[in-house]
């Protein structure tokens, strides 16, 4: 009987998977569960919360922006004076001085200023920062390349870990001192813009004859 316990013992050591000796503090002697590496729990939060975690952003950003300005100015003088008797020294003028003046100045002017745009995409961003109010500072980066021509979004501010949905994203209106960015390069892009010494030329003809 003593036999079997000990070959039963023996068998359920050996079946034990080892435990390296840089396990850590929370790690118990023996155990294959790590907390600093273990799988989230099925009811833990699953939102972004810490530096390395990763938040979606919803960007849907919209402009529309209309301006009317308008001025009416009118302004206008008339001096009429003559002299009618000059009695110091009779003999002095054959005619007597007379001194008549008319002014007129108007101004009218008219401005409107209209613009419209959208911007709307996903991208998710990386928690880089968490500062000491639990809010989170997020950047993301998403570069697409299609033949030659590649297109760069980037994104960038900081998120309130309350305004994080249960899905694990945020809108982009809900994110403070956010920056938007959408840039690219290649062949399409170089075709609708002046590059090199014809955009010098360009500008300055426009700087020196606006008109």
């Not at 850590?24 to 099925?42: F, H």
């Not at 308008?70 to 008797?85: G, W």
């Not at 305004?163 to 290649?186: H, M, P, R, T």
Request: aromatic share 6%; proline share 4%; charged share 20%.
């Amino acid at each position: 009987m003593n036999t079997k316990h000990t070959l039963l013992a023996l068998l359920v050591t050996l079946s034990l998977p080892a435990v390296s000796a840089d396990a850590g503090p929370d790690q118990r002697r023996g155990s294959i569960y790590n907390p600093a590496q273990g799988p989230v729990g099925l009811i833990a939060n699953k939102t972004g919360s810490k530096i390395g975690d990763l938040v979606t952003i919803v960007i849907d950003e919209s402009q529309d922006v209309k301006n009317e300005e308008s001025s009416d100015l009118s302004k206008s003088t008339n001096l009429n004076y003559e002299l009618a008797n000059f009695n110091v020294k009779p003999n002095a003028f054959g005619t007597l001085p007379a001194l008549e003046a008319t002014s007129d100045d108007s101004l009218k002017g008219t401005a409107n200023y209209k613009k419209k745009g959208t911007f709307t995409a996903r991208v998710t961003a990386v928690v880089v920062d968490v500062l000491p109010n639990g809010n989170l500072v997020v950047n993301a980066r998403r570069e697409i390349r299609i033949d030659k021509e590649t297109k760069l979004i980037e994104f960038s501010g900081i998120v309130r870990r309350y305004d994080i949905g249960a899905d694990n994203s945020v809108a982009s209106e809900l994110v403070a001192n956010a920056v938007v960015s959408y840039v690219g390069s290649g062949p399409l892009t170089d075709s609708t813009n002046r590059k090199g010494l014809g955009a010098f030329v360009h500008d300055a003809i426009a700087w020196i004859w606006p008109f």
